[in-house]
């Protein structure tokens, strides 16, 4: 076999040498090509992102870009229901930006594994998920959450057998996981006003350990945390703010636990009363509104 190749081989070469230094000629052209290609992109994109952070670290919290995308992906008419019925934020939207929207919560739907504990996991489950992390990364470029890959849906309260106690959800990074009680889950929007939205409180708990991963090359985690670093700057350095907040009961007790439930909490308050929060606390409320680079209608 490899005699008749290297025969066969030969006599191109001697009847052809033209033909075959072309073809060689070609393949050569050809790698170049790709490899100036590569080098070319490599460039173009590391000088975007020095630029793009330098902006973001210098001058002002803003992306070049949010949306860019090569084909679009298509939500389910089903889907698209239950969002027009039950998820406000995207009727606030306009149409160019509904259309993102179904793009990144695809995404979610089909990145996800949803897991039902002792329950049946159904669109509007998957669907009410998908969309509180899609509303809460819609500033951003970066809205994928690396940190999660699975969710799991209890009826309602359970016992967790690694800490021994009950829960209503949490993000365990161990597991990658976001876990809800549905129960709890669907309260967070029966009453829209209340700034108590479990799945807002726990996305951003995911959100913050992924873009703290991230901080180095990513300009939507650089927005999120470098704004939440002046957020608490902003609060120690004046300390009569500081106590009007805490003195206010406008943010619940648990926001003083620890910095990752101030920052939860402080976010639930964002989304659930905007009008409120920005009347009361108009400085802090540009403060979050910056971290989330929150632009829609209603903010």
């Given at each position: 076999?490899?005699t008749?190749?290297?025969?066969?081989?030969?006599?191109?070469i001697?009847?052809?040498?033209a033909?075959?230094?072309?073809?060689?000629?070609?393949?050569?052209?050809?790698?170049?090509?790709?490899?100036?290609i590569?080098?070319?992109?490599?460039?173009?994109?590391?000088?975007?992102?020095?630029?793009?952070?330098?902006?973001?670290?210098?001058?002002?919290?803003?992306?070049?870009?949010?949306?860019?995308?090569?084909?679009?992906?298509?939500?389910?008419?089903?889907?698209?229901?239950?969002?027009?019925?039950?998820?406000?934020?995207?009727?606030?939207?306009?149409?160019?930006?509904?259309?993102?929207?179904?793009?990144?919560?695809?995404?979610?739907l089909?990145?996800?594994?949803f897991?039902?504990?002792?329950?049946?996991?159904?669109?509007?489950?998957?669907?009410?998920i998908?969309?509180?992390?899609?509303k809460?990364?819609?500033?951003?470029?970066?809205?994928?959450i690396?940190?999660?890959?699975k969710?799991?849906?209890?009826?309602?309260?359970?016992?967790?057998?690694?800490?021994?106690?009950?829960?209503?959800?949490?993000?365990?990074?161990?597991?990658?996981?976001?876990?809800?009680?549905?129960?709890?889950?669907?309260k967070?929007?029966?009453?829209?006003?209340?700034?108590?939205?479990?799945g807002?409180?726990?996305?951003?708990?995911?959100?913050?350990f992924?873009?703290?991963?991230?901080?180095?090359?990513?300009?939507?985690?650089?927005?999120?945390?470098?704004?939440?670093?002046?957020?608490?700057?902003?609060l120690?350095?004046?300390?009569?703010?500081?106590?009007?907040?805490?003195?206010?009961?406008?943010?619940?007790?648990?926001?003083?636990?620890?910095?990752?439930e101030?920052?939860?909490?402080?976010?639930?308050?964002?989304?659930?009363?905007?009008?409120?929060?920005?009347?009361?606390?108009?400085?802090?409320?540009?403060?979050?509104?910056q971290?989330?680079?929150?632009?829609?209608?209603?903010?």
């Amino acid at each position: 076999m490899n005699t008749t190749l290297l025969s066969t081989v030969s006599l191109l070469i001697e009847k052809e040498p033209a033909l075959v230094f072309k073809i060689v000629l070609l393949i050569l052209v050809l790698i170049v090509v790709f490899l100036t290609i590569v080098v070319v992109y490599v460039v173009l994109r590391g000088s975007f992102n020095f630029f793009e952070m330098a902006q973001v670290e210098l001058f002002k919290k803003k992306q070049f870009y949010t949306h860019a995308y090569l084909k679009k992906r298509t939500l389910h008419n089903d889907y698209k229901s239950i969002l027009k019925e039950q998820f406000g934020f995207y009727n606030r939207l306009t149409l160019s930006e509904q259309k993102n929207f179904e793009h990144r919560l695809q995404y979610y739907l089909k990145k996800w594994e949803f897991i039902g504990k002792e329950i049946e996991v159904n669109k509007t489950m998957k669907v009410m998920i998908a969309a509180t992390a899609a509303k809460l990364t819609f500033g951003f470029r970066h809205y994928k959450i690396d940190s999660v890959n699975k969710i799991i849906i209890y009826p309602k309260t359970y016992f967790s057998k690694i800490n021994k106690q009950w829960h209503k959800g949490e993000f365990n990074m161990a597991y990658q996981a976001l876990i809800f009680s549905w129960e709890d889950f669907k309260k967070g929007y029966a009453i829209s006003n209340d700034n108590l939205n479990l799945g807002v409180h726990e996305c951003i708990h995911a959100i913050h350990f992924s873009f703290l991963k991230s901080r180095k090359y990513s300009t939507s985690s650089a927005i999120f945390l470098d704004s939440f670093h002046e957020l608490l700057v902003l609060l120690d350095a004046n300390q009569s703010l500081k106590k009007k907040l805490v003195t206010s009961g406008y943010l619940r007790d648990y926001a003083y636990e620890n910095q990752y439930e101030f920052i939860s909490v402080i976010v639930e308050n964002f989304i659930e009363t905007p009008l409120e929060f920005q009347s009361q606390f108009p400085v802090i409320y540009g403060k979050v509104k910056q971290m989330l680079n929150f632009d829609f209608s209603g903010y």
